[in-house]
């Protein structure tokens, strides 16, 4: 099941599963740092009664309301400095020559879909709270569809036939305010497939295109539905991330036959990142949904004989985004130049795809990544995590260098920012509200308001001035 919060701060979280301890591990707290050996923890899973009843998902109630009142206010600044970057990136077009072609898809029939899409038809069975307390009916989810506790509510829950392992949103102009908005979501076919990072796996699959309409305060909220199957051969996607900007074009004013949508980087588990050329699904064939095959626009490879999977990725943040990082389950960061003209690092033959090799690779960890992330106001810096259990920052200009701040943000303390007990799995950060969310093994999603390091830098410089 996937859960989409129109609110950003609200948080979603089973009560049951909170107070449980279920990561395997033994969590550290700040008042005992010194545990880290401690044995495994067992699970409590409660009593035969706790187990017969359905999982209840909880939307922002009265308190999470009331702190956030209090204590959860997005910082203002951020959204005015998102705005101001927004704006730099205007009227600008990328990666024109990669657009959805016609000829390039393969409209697949009921029979051939079947062997790409999810194959649980039906959802656990579940409740829903709302704000005000009250419980819904206990309810299944067909595979599709979407569920909403009444007209008014801005939580909707949709149920995409499997487990999913990434999710982007479609980003749209800063202009752009009346335009439908859509989210990509890749999932395993079924709730058994195992992977080990050790090997390269090339099996079937289906990236769904979710479609919400508007989402505008002014305008009521309508149920999420399924809009397009894009069905590929890639293995499991990790990962995928839409390119942030000059990608998108509007169907009314574009005049093709057949207008962009954006275009989505995969991180695939055969070991490769592929880029797709995606569509508004309104210039699709008239079905409920389609499901289509489709030719990327471009193949990269860390090597030309590929030998890891590739874990996450992420664009360049720079105006024509040109750049295109990577991590991989050896422990590799590579890096690709989309606009080279060198043929060491590019080929293309026939109606075969582009192929893009890497202009510098680094081994950032000893063990594999589980996530990469480009700083959003400088191409120079990014952030990396892996099964070391390291998190580190590496920057500086190119070849890489890897730097490690002890102390913080201008003096800034370490802290806990969410008392997670399980393995946290995504860590999703907003630069428009200086929130960061996060999401656990127990399906618990919470957010967080960062601290305003504009004000601790005031303050440092203060004391700074003061000593001197």
Not at 339 to 360: A, I, R
Request: contains cysteine; hydrophobic residues 35%; aromatic residues 10%.
């Amino acid at each position: 099941m996937f859960d989409q919060q129109s609110e950003p701060l609200a948080v979603l979280a089973n009560q049951k599963a909170q107070e449980s301890s279920n990561d395997e591990y033994s969590s550290l707290s700040s008042e005992d740092e010194d545990s880290s050996g401690s044995e495994f923890m067992e699970e409590d899973f409660g009593d035969d009664e706790d187990r017969k009843k359905p999982p209840v998902v909880r939307s922002s109630g009265s308190r999470s309301r009331e702190l956030s009142k209090e204590r959860f206010l997005p910082l203002p600044e951020a959204t005015t400095w998102s705005i101001e970057q927004k704006k730099q990136f205007k009227d600008v077009t990328v990666f024109a020559e990669w657009q959805p072609l016609k000829s390039e898809w393969t409209l697949l029939n009921e029979m051939e879909r079947k062997a790409y899409e999810p194959i649980t038809m039906e959802s656990i069975e579940f409740q829903r709270e709302a704000e005000s307390g009250r419980l819904s009916q206990k309810v299944k989810l067909k595979r599709y569809s979407s569920f909403a506790l009444n007209s008014d509510e801005k939580v909707t829950t949709f149920f995409t036939g499997g487990p999913v392992w990434a999710a982007n949103w479609c980003p749209l102009p800063l202009e752009c305010t009346s335009a439908n908005q859509y989210i990509a979501i890749s999932c395993h076919r079924d709730y058994e497939t195992t992977h080990t990072y050790d090997d390269l796996y090339s099996e079937k699959g289906m990236i769904q295109l979710w479609c919400f309409k508007i989402l505008n305060k002014k305008r009521q909220y309508s149920l999420p539905y399924l809009s397009l199957g894009i069905a590929h051969e890639f293995g499991a996607i990790w990962d995928m991330k839409w390119c942030p900007s000059g990608a998108w074009e509007d169907v009314q004013q574009s005049g093709k036959e057949v207008s962009r949508l954006g275009l989505l980087a995969l991180s695939c588990s055969d070991g490769t990142v592929r880029i797709l050329s995606i569509c508004h699904p309104e210039c699709t064939d008239d079905e409920s949904f389609p499901v289509y095959k489709m030719k990327p626009s471009a193949v990269l490879k860390p090597t030309p004989t590929v030998s890891s999977q590739c874990k996450c990725l992420d664009w360049s943040p720079d105006i024509n985004h040109r750049k295109l990082a990577a991590g991989f389950t050896d422990g590799l960061v590579v890096l690709w130049d989309l606009m080279t003209s060198s043929p060491l690092l590019k080929t293309s033959s026939g109606t075969s795809p582009e192929c893009f090799y890497p202009y510098h690779s680094l081994r950032a960890h000893e063990n594999y990544i589980t996530d990469l992330n480009w700083c959003k106001h400088s191409e120079t810096y990014m952030v990396t995590s892996g099964g070391d259990r390291y998190l580190k920052t590496v920057g500086g200009q190119f070849p890489l260098g890897l730097h490690y701040v002890e102390n913080g943000f201008f003096g800034a303390k370490r802290s806990y920012l969410a008392p997670l007990n399980s393995c946290v799995w995504s860590v999703s950060f907003s630069e428009w509200l200086n929130v960061v969310a996060c999401g656990d093994s127990v399906g618990m999603v919470i957010a967080i308001v960062l601290s305003n390091m504009i004000t601790k830098y005031s303050r440092h410089a203060k004391h700074h001035m003061e000593d001197l």
